[in-house]
């Protein structure tokens, strides 16, 4: 009979399909979070028996798996109860009480141990009743740590070993040489990082149960045997982490991989294998020979309107690497490049190459552009979103133009143009200046542009914040009469062009109303 319920028991851990995750076969498997009914639970089961069916047939193939609607996906069992830890067992083990939040610990005659905040060793020292225990299973474990070293003193025959609470977060040690030890469970708890070596020496460990935990990222564990099961699913896994090891494991230890899910703000929701998969083609990508020396990000996956698959986009760094010139190469869908700090002379690539067609983003300081004007009437410039020119040459540029494609372009994020040796010319600065004041919130940093007058004493410049200058500080007395002269002209021009109007107006309404040609007609042969 023990050895029947033992085989039913580990057929339970251990969930042919990966269906069932409960560590006692007399506990229905219960699915958290959502606080659905009987009905509801019983759906909610169905599809994720269908779900990890779905994810457990196909390849393994990350491309397929991008193919799987996220609903459909987020409905796998992500959370696992311990039976033996249910409120309503706790009562029953505890006599009736809950022994005001004392440790304790119920023993049965299948030498299986259930403990609750923790054990009193006190009470229960090494040998006794503890040593005769197969099956041990700590509920609530009330402190931050659990050292597995215990378990070589208090439980050396150990066979499976289940641990629970939502105040655990760190194991103090790797586990202990536990000759006898095949189940591993820790469900349930904040725990968020394990080691390589953590379950090496346990040389018969045969199910690894880390579900529901709140991992955010593992490396290849070691095992003496290379029959171990792991189950992940249910963990905080934060995909900006490099995990694509998980492509190429083949030993398959991790049994439900298929289904793990990202949880960080960049992937969340998006398949794990996914989201390495995108990683791995970016690295290669970048192993090309125009930008062999960048580094390649993806920054984010953009599920696409069908929902059916993903838009990555991808972040390239290549500031400081002694560029010369826009790099002629890009990975497909580069949204953001950052070239800061090389020795660039132009932008043309922006408007001749198509690996930019994408670039939204885009970091030039501190390079040595002299001009951005190829740039006036192009696609590119109508559809960026962040441009910054920050300490380079420029001295002039043509504010109509970046305005006009400012007006046009809905999505234009921020411009960054301080640093720049602007010359304080008279016409320019003041049209400058206007177009600083009128886009103050996109140039993110109008406030601290200067531009130069020449002293006409020394030849030295002399710098003035743009939004602060006047017309009596950059022009000079020449150059004021002009632009007097000029504006009278125009205003005279003006008023000329009015009277005639009038004037027509006038003539039209007698000739009308009494026939009279106008007194200059009537005088001319």
Avoid at 144 to 163: C, N, Y
Avoid at 285 to 299: M, R
Avoid at 435 to 441: A, G, M, Y
Wanted: aromatic content about 10%; some cysteine; overall charge positive.
């Amino acid at each position: 009979m023990e050895t029947k319920t033992t085989r039913r028991q580990e057929a339970a851990v251990t969930g042919r399909g990966d269906r069932h995750h409960r560590f006692s076969v007399d506990a229905p498997q219960r699915i958290t979070g959502g606080g659905t009914g009987n009905a509801g639970g019983a759906v909610i089961n169905v599809l994720a028996v269908v779900a990890v069916f779905v994810l457990t047939v196909l390849p393994m193939s990350p491309l397929v798996l991008a193919q799987l609607p996220l609903s459909l996906q987020n409905l796998v069992v992500e959370n696992v109860v311990i039976e033996e830890c249910s409120l309503r067992n706790h009562a029953i083990a505890a006599g009736g009480s809950l022994h005001n939040g004392r440790p304790h610990c119920h023993f049965t005659p299948s030498n299986r141990t259930v403990c609750f905040r923790g054990i009193d060793t006190k009470r229960f020292g090494v040998g006794g009743r503890f040593n005769q225990t197969r099956q041990l299973i700590l509920c609530d474990w009330p402190a931050r740590s659990f050292d597995p070293l215990m378990l070589a003193r208090l439980v050396p025959k150990l066979e499976r070993f289940a641990l629970a609470g939502r105040g655990l977060q760190r194991l103090a040690h790797d586990f202990p040489a536990l000759p006898f030890l095949r189940m591993v469970n820790i469900t349930g708890t904040r725990l968020n990082y394990t080691g390589v070596s953590t379950f090496y020496e346990l040389s018969n460990l045969q199910v690894l149960n880390l579900r529901g935990n709140e991992l955010e990222q593992i490396q290849p564990y070691r095992f003496r045997n290379g029959n171990v099961q792991v189950y992940l699913q249910g963990n905080l896994w934060n995909c900006t982490n490099d995990m694509i090891w998980l492509l190429k494991e083949q030993s398959q230890h991790y049994t439900d991989k298929l289904t793990l899910v990202c949880k960080d703000w960049k992937y969340t929701g998006r398949p794990v294998l996914t989201a390495m998969e995108y990683k791995r083609v970016v690295q290669e990508s970048c192993l090309h020979e125009e930008i062999w020396n960048c580094s390649c990000h993806v920054s984010y996956l953009r599920l696409s309107d069908d929902g059916l698959s993903f838009d990555p986009m991808i972040m390239v760094n290549c500031s400081d690497r002694g560029f010369y010139e826009l790099p002629q190469y890009l990975p497909g869908n580069t949204t953001v490049l950052h070239i800061a700090h090389n020795k660039l002379q132009s932008v043309d690539s922006l408007t001749t190459n198509e690996h930019y067609r994408s670039v939204q983003d885009i970091y030039m300081d501190d390079n040595r552009i002299t001009s951005i004007d190829i740039l006036e009437d192009t696609i590119w410039l109508d559809n960026f979103r962040i441009l910054s020119l920050r300490g380079n040459r420029l001295n002039r540029i043509r504010v109509y133009s970046v305005e006009h494609a400012m007006e046009r372009n809905p999505g234009v994020g921020k411009i960054y143009l301080s640093n720049n040796p602007w010359r304080c010319g008279c016409r320019f600065a003041i049209r400058f200046q206007r177009f600083l004041r009128k886009h103050e919130s996109l140039v993110a940093d109008s406030r601290n542009i200067t531009c130069y007058v020449l002293n006409e004493e020394d030849g030295r410049k002399q710098y003035q914040q743009v939004l602060t200058v006047t017309p009596n500080d950059i022009c000079r007395a020449s150059e004021s009469n002009a632009a007097t002269f000029y504006n009278t002209l125009s205003i005279i021009f003006a008023s000329l062009i009015v009277l005639i109007f009038i004037k027509l107006a006038y003539d039209y309404y007698n000739y009308r109303k009494y026939g009279k040609l106008p007194w200059l007609i009537m005088k001319m042969p």
